[in-house]
Nanobody
Framework: VQLVESGGGLVQPGGSLRLSCAGS????????MSWYRQAPGKGRALVAR????????NYGESVKGRFTISRDNAKNTVYLQMNSLKPDDTAVYYC?????????WGQGTQVTVSS
């Protein structure tokens, strides 16, 4: 299983970024996918989750109404569209899949929101 995130960077408050996570080594279209984030000095927290076919999503309270998770099963890719970014969104963002009772993580992508 391999998960590769991309799309992070430095953005000003109020700006937008779109993260991507390409998955391989497992039947991507059959599994729910999640985004987590870890801010400095804090634990890893769920940001968003999407079911295998994309029919259902859920979000952490702090990002509801600002972030949107989506997926393209033809491309084995899950996305996180982040709008109205705040300094508190600064973190390393990780892609995650629970496959065959194991949890797999990407290497993470840094998002920094600062003026």
């Amino acid at each position: 299983v391999q998960l590769v995130e991309s799309g992070g960077g430095l953005v000003q408050p109020g700006g937008s970024l779109r993260l991507s996570c390409a998955g391989s080594g497992f039947p991507f279209s059959s599994y729910a996918m999640s985004w987590y984030r870890q801010a400095p000095g804090k634990g890893r927290a769920l940001v968003a989750r999407i079911t295998s076919a994309g029919g259902s999503t859920n979000y952490g309270e702090s990002v509801k109404g600002r972030f949107t998770i989506s997926r393209d099963n033809a491309k084995n890719t899950v996305y996180l569209q982040m709008n109205s970014l705040k300094p508190d969104d600064t973190a390393v963002y990780y892609c995650n899949v629970e496959y065959l009772r194991r949890s797999y993580w990407g290497q993470g992508t840094q998002v920094t929101v600062s003026s």
